[in-house]
């Protein structure tokens, strides 16, 4: 749900050992960025495939030695393991963090299109989608397809723009350059399916420790040896490609040296041979003196600082979204309390204290402790003061959303409407009402409001702006499922069983989706011109819904 807080109930009460080693693994199998370090410095351990991968578990796509994984076909992948992880609680989605993830990365796509680094058949079939785990590891993942997993601490633990947008272009070069068709090619026994399977037991981990305890043991380390020797040179020309689609993005080419220079600090003071899959990548200060050569002589002076408009949002907003993701990383309580410290060290610039204050007011909603939420967002905006005009408008976009969302979970919705109402008229164009952010949140206020027939309006206002939102992303469950209470409202039952549907879908749950459809089309009796309508629309859905399923069901079969 859009700025929804999750409490320490919501999720288990830690991320074990064993269930993040999982993770590890299956990052390391689909082409992760070589990080594997946690933003609290938890520790990890060796990890190998499961049993049984083998050739068998592939779909039928011919002599993979001979034949290169078309990009139809890799994008089919993608979105079946997309469907067995996407219904996982910690594949969240945050709309303020995904917003600014998105932001870089549809910049990087476009400097990848420019470059020629896109062909059309890749770009057209690919999904190009990011998304969000709840992981405290700082990691980054490439799936077949195009989709690209994000772990929270990733964003905790960078501290520009360019770091993080230099890791999204690594990890968009890994696509571009066909690097997990060519893995397929050149490893014909490996089964992507197998991967999906091994993701979805890493995320059932923290009900069934044993198991993951039981992938590692004996001998499977040794079976993705081959996989990640193999890889070197990937992880060379993604860097390679990455840094040219990062400099042409307009983001400071100085970022990916920053960020190999973070990670080897931080192996430093916390490698203690727990991520030995760091060493079978190149060495770090290798991978450094490579980003800096790439950049000349200026890779070795300091680097200039841009002052403009345009950049001066972009670091506050990166400031308030690592800030954000450092909360939300891990939900419980012990985690929390830590951070509702607003106390700024002396010489803090005014957007660090800023974020610190943010930091607590997203740590005390969290809590529901409204209080500090409304006393740290006052200090947030005072320190705001001192911030550069390009700052200001950005940072109270964030706080007076944060105000808002607190707002409607007291169910003060008639207050939550008027602090966006205040937003949208002094914040100087930086609070817009089509951002998915506010769309999201302007919903959640509608649903809220005393039911009343004066609301009729506001329901309908509110259904309107997300049907435009979904008819242009209809993976958008979060943005289905608001729309489909709105419609319940309004007295449009079909149409609300119909955005149920898709929203179930979104969430890789095929069969759910198949049930809404054909229950809610036994229950007409007689339809309207606009129902039959919705009727056709939802039997070309379910037609499609059930064509994937059974195409599920045949890649599983052929295991």
């Known amino acids: 749900m859009p700025l929804k807080k999750t409490t320490s109930a919501d999720r288990p009460a830690k991320h074990s050992p064993a269930r993040t080693q999982v993770w590890y693994a299956a990052a390391i199998a689909l082409l992760a960025w070589p990080l594997g370090l946690s933003a609290a410095s938890s520790s990890s351990g060796d990890m190998g495939l499961p049993p049984g991968s083998s050739s068998s578990s592939l779909p039928s796509l011919g002599d993979a030695a001979a034949q290169t994984l078309s990009p139809m076909a890799e994008r089919r992948l993608g979105d079946r393991i997309m469907r067995s992880i996407l219904p996982d609680p910690d594949v969240i989605d945050d709309p303020l963090i995904l917003e600014y993830v998105n932001q870089s990365w549809q910049a990087l796509l476009t400097s990848a299109r420019q470059r020629g680094d896109l062909n059309a058949d890749i770009d057209s079939t690919h ?40 890791v999204l272009a690594h990890e968009l070069s890994h696509v571009t350059q066909r690097h997990i068709a060519r893995m397929i090619s050149e490893q014909s026994r490996q089964s992507w399916i197998s991967i999906a399977s091994m993701i979805l037991g890493a995320l059932a981990v923290s009900r069934a420790p044993a198991a993951a305890q039981a992938l590692m043991t004996g001998g499977q380390a040794i079976a993705i040896q081959g996989q990640l020797n193999f890889s070197r040179d990937m992880e060379r020309e993604a860097d390679r490609v990455g840094f040219g689609v990062l400099n042409d993005a307009g983001f400071a080419p100085i970022g990916m040296a920053q960020m190999f220079e973070h990670l080897q600090q931080a192996s430093r003071l916390t490698d203690d041979n727990s991520y030995p899959y760091l060493r079978t990548h190149p060495l770090t200060s290798e991978r450094i003196g490579e980003a800096r050569s790439r950049m000349g002589t200026n890779g070795f002076l300091p680097t200039a600082v841009d002052h403009s408009d345009a950049r001066e949002m972009l670091v506050a907003q990166h400031a308030l979204m690592s800030a954000r993701s450092r909360v939300l990383m891990d939900p419980r309580s012990v985690s929390l309390m830590p951070l509702l410290n607003t106390s700024v060290p002396k010489g803090a610039s ?20 409204r209080g500090q939420v409304a006393t740290s967002l006052k200090l947030a905006r005072s320190a705001a003061t001192g911030l550069p005009k390009a700052q200001q408008a950005e940072v109270e976009r964030i706080l007076a959303l944060e105000e808002a969302d607190t707002l409607v979970d007291a169910r003060q919705a008639v207050q939550a409407a008027a602090v966006l109402g205040n937003a949208v008229t002094r914040g100087q164009g930086a609070v817009r009402l089509d951002a998915r952010p506010e769309l999201l949140l302007n919903a959640r206020i509608a649903l809220n409001l005393p039911d009343a027939r004066d609301n009729r309006e506001a329901w309908q206002d509110a259904a309107t702006r997300l049907q435009t939102q979904v008819s242009v992303h209809p993976e958008d469950a979060t943005s289905w499922g608001l729309l489909a209470a709105l419609w319940r409202n309004l007295g449009q039952p079909l149409r609300a069983v119909r955005a149920e549907a898709e929203a179930t879908a979104a969430l890789g749950d095929l069969p759910g989706a198949i049930d809404r459809i054909e229950g809610g089309s036994k229950n007409v009796r007689h339809a309207s011109p606009a129902d039959a309508i919705e009727l056709s629309v939802m039997q070309s859905r379910l037609r499609v819904w059930r064509r994937q399923q059974r195409d599920d069901l045949l890649e599983e079969s052929a295991r």
């Not at 005014?350 to 809590?367: C, G, I, K, N, P």
Request: proline share 5%.
């Open 350 to 369: 005014a957007l660090e204290a800023v974020a610190l204050h943010y930091t607590s007011a997203v740590a005390a909603q969290r809590l529901n402790d």
């Open 127 to 166: 999904a190009w989608r990011p998304f969000l785990v709840r992981e405290r590891s700082v990691n980054a993942f490439a799936l077949p397809g195009g989709y690209i997993g994000v772990h929270l601490g990733l964003l905790a633990m960078t501290t520009t723009p360019d770091e993080l947008a230099s």
